[in-house]
């Protein structure tokens, strides 16, 4: 954990612009604080008195802001998506940050609950199609004004802090993919915007987005030919029955689903009066169908209506399409690394421009914790000895208390399924392998076990009986 935590450190957070070396190492110095104690408060994170004021002396500074404490990790997973092999997958997808309890904090904006307080974080992340991440591509926060009830359409369409501009955003701040990648957006029911779809044709840009409203459509590109799009998708032949996993959701439980897919082409009028700032010319789009064949008892069918560019002439190419959108739950995974591993509403300062670069560095550690469920999986470094991942006195710990023999050779594998475990995953074929969350808990507790030991070999050093 700590040299890994040292590398991640360093390489998200070693050459931010801070006009100061002095501060970029007191940045770094932060975040390996952050990374080695995620949860808590910010003197849980910091643990010292030391670190906590310097932290708070960190942010004091103009030029400590969200975009550059943001920039290096920002950079590297820019990097890494223009190196990839493979399709990346941008997850886009909005969470809310809650600090109504801050009462000295001025300038925050709405909520949709309650009357609260706090920003809207619009995060992109960047995915292979495996599920692994790569990193955090963008993310805005985003204050949500107070508006009359009434507000004349066109004077919202003009507003410019308009939320619904999020997604066109969040697609504009990660840019176009180099000439050898391909990089596609994916996103929920917030993202079926006429104007956001349109953006995404005329940069040429690949997008799967799950359909919020059964809107007026073309079937093919005929105009005469007038249909609403989810009755049309429930209509079109199956082309292939497929099981996919279902995430937990609404209090029901991670299953896998037989579901039928479907797909053909349509064509999305231009939008009278107009939705947002777009075009007049109309879409040409797929349109993947996925539902849920007999569901559990008491259980909603799965189903999914899928607007995206790419071309579906055939099953395969419509089931590549679902197993993309199917990556989706991956960025409410990150939200909830965010939020109970990080602790990101936790912090009691009093100021924004202090808050908001503590944000970006908890939503990097965020990215780390999500990390440590793709080490569990990574085939390639499973066999590999776990000392070359971890210290040793970690892996030591481990073995005696998993395998009651402190110097057993133990690979990264091994030695990860026994941190899941004392995390509550109980190791069986039926549970699937470890997500971050349990990782994480096995991690507090082995920490807590390795500082045990650390502290009576102290004890041993000063000769106290």
Not at 65 to 79: I, K, Y
Not at 190 to 204: A, C, I, M, R
Not at 281 to 299: F, H, R, Y
Request: net charge positive.
């Amino acid at each position: 954990m700590e040299a890994l935590a040292i590398r991640f450190a360093q390489e998200n957070f070693g050459d931010a612009e801070l006009g100061d070396q002095r501060l970029t190492k007191r940045l770094v110095r932060a975040a390996l604080r952050m990374l080695e104690h995620p949860e808590g408060t910010l003197p849980a994170k910091m643990q010292t008195p030391a670190d906590l004021k310097g932290l708070y002396r960190l942010v004091d500074h103009d030029q400590v802001t969200h975009a550059a404490v943001l920039q290096t990790h920002r950079e590297l997973t820019l990097s890494r998506m223009a190196e990839s092999e493979e399709v990346v997958l941008l997850i886009h997808d909005t969470t809310q940050l809650n600090y109504t309890s801050r009462k000295s904090l001025e300038g925050l904006g709405q909520l949709a609950a309650g009357g609260g307080k706090g920003y809207l974080a619009h995060n992109t992340l960047a995915v292979k199609e495996d599920g692994s991440v790569i990193g955090l591509a963008n993310q805005i926060l985003y204050l949500r004004p107070k508006v009359p009830k009434k507000e004349p359409r066109e004077k919202r369409r003009q507003r410019r802090n308009r939320e619904t501009r999020l997604w066109k955003a969040g697609s504009e701040a990660v840019g176009p993919p180099p000439p050898t990648c391909k990089w596609v957006d994916v996103c929920d029911r917030g993202g079926d915007l006429f104007e956001y779809l349109d953006h995404k044709h005329v940069q040429d840009g690949d997008y799967v987005v799950r359909s919020k409203h059964n809107r007026v459509v073309w079937a093919g590109n005929d105009p005469d030919r007038v249909v609403k799009l989810h009755d049309y998708a429930r209509s079109l032949d199956t082309l292939e029955t497929h099981e996919i996993k279902v995430s937990v959701n609404n209090g029901c439980q991670a299953r896998m689903a037989r579901v039928r897919v479907a797909a053909g082409r349509v064509t999305l009028p231009v939008p009278k009066p107009k939705c947002g700032e777009h075009g007049d010319e109309p879409l040409e789009a797929s349109v993947v169908q996925v539902k849920e064949i007999d569901p559990p008892k008491g259980v909603k069918a799965l189903e999914w209506v899928l607007l995206t560019n790419e071309p579906c002439r055939s099953a395969q190419d419509a089931l590549r399409v679902a197993g993309w959108y199917a990556k989706r739950p991956i960025v409410e995974e990150y939200h909830k690394a965010m939020k109970t591993g990080c602790g990101i509403e936790l912090p009691q300062l009093t100021d924004k421009s202090r808050l908001e670069p503590v944000i970006a560095m908890i939503s990097v550690v965020a990215v780390f914790l999500l990390g440590l469920r793709d080490a569990a999986r990574d085939e390639r470094k499973a066999p590999e000895p776990a000392e070359n991942f971890v210290p040793t006195t970690y892996v030591k710990v481990i073995n005696a208390c998993r395998w009651k023999d402190a110097k057993r050779p133990t690979t990264l594998y091994e030695f990860l399924l026994a941190v899941a475990r004392m995390g509550g995953h109980q190791n069986r074929k039926s549970d699937g392998p470890p997500g971050w969350l349990t990782l994480w808990r096995g991690w507090q507790q082995l920490i807590v076990m390795v500082t045990a030991v650390e502290a009576v070999k102290a004890v041993e050093r000063c000769g106290v009986s």
